[in-house]
């Protein structure tokens, strides 16, 4: 491996902890979201620095090409991520729908309750 | 019976059927005196909710489209907060004839689900091919985790007792065919007791159902996926007696 190859392996996982790590810091992403991002970046930039541990774990696993590894560990990072996406989309979209659903409720019962006072109850500052 | 009718409320989960809504409640109101009518707006763009109202009917006005499931949730909401003891899902586009509302009444006497099935004798309802076989296959496997026969599952028309309200009101699914075969089978599984009764149903006001081998291979794959994951899921308890407001 030349020193370039070396280089560039450290400066994109760096790369990756930084924009990361930029997020959290603007609030743009939650800490519970950016964890596997966090773990992801961490662990390929162990891997960077020391070569030797990628190779070391492929030759005890019996993997004959060590980035076949790499690539295997990166899509199982990349389908937790996901799956976690998923899954909060999910608690999301049902938070939305008993909103709405109690949105309508509230708003036929306002209805209600103004047309019993007779007089529409109006905003402070319509 | 009338004093059934009056602890009924009617829901009517309608997405942009301003004209056909209006006849649709006045008909209701016509055949079943003193019951109270809910149109549920799913998100409606056009005129639904002016018609609706105009017509008699309590409006919901939901603020986007949230399927029948999202819909039908809100009408038991409202039947419980409300008192009613009992609800009945009718289609807002005159699909369904509200003079089966009576029998489905009667059969919520004793049972907590009652099912206004099309393929139970009366009327001329038909479905062919394909879509029709799923059919079968769903209502014989619901009709067995129900321990009761069953021949239509997919109907839309149906009733709800206190028990039944009180489950739905939390827990209506709102996912693809969630509103037909998944509701009775999460009621099934809570020990809710379950019965079909005959009514006759009218071919649909608008557009022809499809017999398209693909679409319903893909509504048969759908619904068996709907099924298996809603009994590989943990059965709800049957909680408490129906709160009356």
């Known amino acids: ?126 | 019976m009338s004093s059934a009718l009056a602890q009924t409320l009617i829901v009517m989960p309608a997405y942009n059927e301003e004209a056909v809504v209006a006849s649709v409640v006045a008909e209701v109101f016509e055949k079943l005196p003193g019951v109270a009518v809910l149109v549920v707006n799913d998100g409606s763009r056009d005129e639904t909710v002016l018609r609706a109202r105009s017509a008699g009917a309590i409006v919901l006005d939901l603020p986007f489209n949230l399927g029948v499931g999202g819909a039908m949730r809100t009408g038991f909401k409202y039947a419980q907060q409300h008192g009613y003891r009992y609800v009945v899902q009718v289609d807002s586009d005159g699909q369904h004839d509200p003079s089966g509302v009576p029998s489905i009444l009667a059969a919520l006497e004793t049972v907590d689900v009652a099912i206004g099935a099309r393929f139970a004798g009366e009327g001329d309802y038909e479905v062919k091919g394909p879509r029709r076989w799923a059919m079968v296959v769903l209502a014989s496997v619901i009709g067995r985790i129900a321990r009761t026969p069953l021949t239509d599952t997919t109907s839309g028309f149906r009733g709800a007792g206190p028990r039944a309200i009180a489950i739905f009101a939390q827990h209506y699914p709102a996912e693809y065919l969630g509103d037909t075969v998944e509701s009775l089978v999460l009621a099934a599984r809570a020990g809710c007791t379950i019965t079909q009764v005959p009514v006759s149903m009218r071919p649909r006001a608008g557009g022809t159902p499809s017999h398209n081998p693909a679409k319903a291979a893909v509504y048969l794959g759908r619904a068996a996926l709907a099924l298996v994951i809603a009994l590989w899921r943990p059965p709800l308890a049957l909680s408490i007696e129906a709160p009356t407001a």
């Open chain 1, 1 to 126: 491996m030349s020193v370039t190859t070396y280089v560039f392996g450290i400066v994109s996982a760096i790369l990756v902890l930084v924009i990361v790590f930029e997020m959290l810091r603007r609030r743009r992403v939650r800490e519970r979201h950016a964890l596997w991002w966090i773990f992801a970046g961490v662990l390929a930039l162990v891997v960077a620095v020391f070569p030797g541990i990628l190779t070391g774990t492929a030759t005890a696993l019996g993997i004959t090409a060590p980035t076949n590894l790499g690539f295997f560990l990166s899509t199982i990072i990349l389908f937790l991520v996901s799956v976690q996406s998923s899954a909060e989309l999910t608690v999301l979209e049902e938070k939305t729908r008993t909103l709405a659903e109690n949105v309508a409720l509230h708003d036929e019962r306002l209805a209600r309750l103004e047309a019993s006072t007779q007089a529409p109850i109006r905003d402070v500052d319509a």
